[in-house]
């Protein structure tokens, strides 16, 4: 039996917290569903819809972030607030060591559960195919390099020109680095055969819509080590 502080009611459909937002309370669904859920590139994917005895909330207690999603009632919903100083004095009793793997296990379910529903939205958008592309040196990569799109992108030298929107799974891999970045890309702007040139050559400007934190990163540090170097 959970020890409780109070007692907060919800209409169907009302918001008990938002993705993003900050808190520390623990719930325990007393009556009514809820649905937990988060939103990636627009869309919003359902992670898991919980009755009465669930407890959810739990995440930001133990490592005390921004709200990994969303928590919306179903239909009028009943729930309980787990004491939050019952809590800290029962987690404030483990042993240091124990606390921490605690929060690590906690990030990496987050992260774990970011990777699913980026996979999902991946699988979802139904990318028209995939690109690959590689660059030879450095150079070749920073004239292929588009920086005013937002997450970057870049143009690929082509004379089969996709129409402007379409989707595609980009793959490249930086210069003298074996690390291949994944991400799904949206054609922005096109050239045509008709109005290339030698030193303007066909092709098109892709904008990287979906690339992960990770790659977003190593991207990001590689450009900066050449801008002052």
């Known amino acids: 039996m959970f020890l409780t502080s109070g007692q907060e009611t919800y209409e169907a459909g009302e918001v008990i917290f938002k993705e993003g937002s900050h808190g520390k309370t623990v719930y325990l669904v007393s009556s009514g569903m809820v649905e937990i859920s988060k939103v990636t590139r627009g869309k919003k994917f359902v992670v898991e819809t919980l009755g009465p005895g669930a407890i959810f909330g739990m995440m930001t207690f133990i490592d005390p972030s ?39 296990l906690v990030r990496r379910l987050k992260k774990t559960t970011d990777d699913f529903v980026r996979a999902s939205s991946l699988q979802a958008t139904k990318a028209s195919g995939t690109i690959r592309v590689s660059f030879k040196s450095e150079s070749d990569f920073f004239r292929a390099y588009i920086g005013n799109l937002a997450k970057g992108g870049l143009f690929v030298k082509t004379g089969k020109i996709l129409p402007v929107d379409t989707l595609l799974n980009v793959e490249f891999t930086l210069p003298d680095s074996n690390h291949v970045i994944h991400t799904t890309g949206k054609v922005v702007w096109t050239r045509s055969k008709d109005k290339g040139s030698d030193k303007i050559p066909p092709g098109m400007g892709i904008q990287f819509i979906d690339i992960s934190p990770e790659d977003e990163k190593l991207l990001k540090k590689y450009i900066e080590s050449f801008k002052f170097s």
Not at 74 to 83: G, K, S
């Open 66 to 104: 921004p709200r990994s999603a969303t928590a919306t009632a179903l239909e009028d919903t009943v729930v309980d607030l787990l004491d939050k100083e019952f809590l800290d004095r029962e987690f404030n009793h483990l042993a240091s060591d124990f606390r921490q793997l605690l929060v690590t």
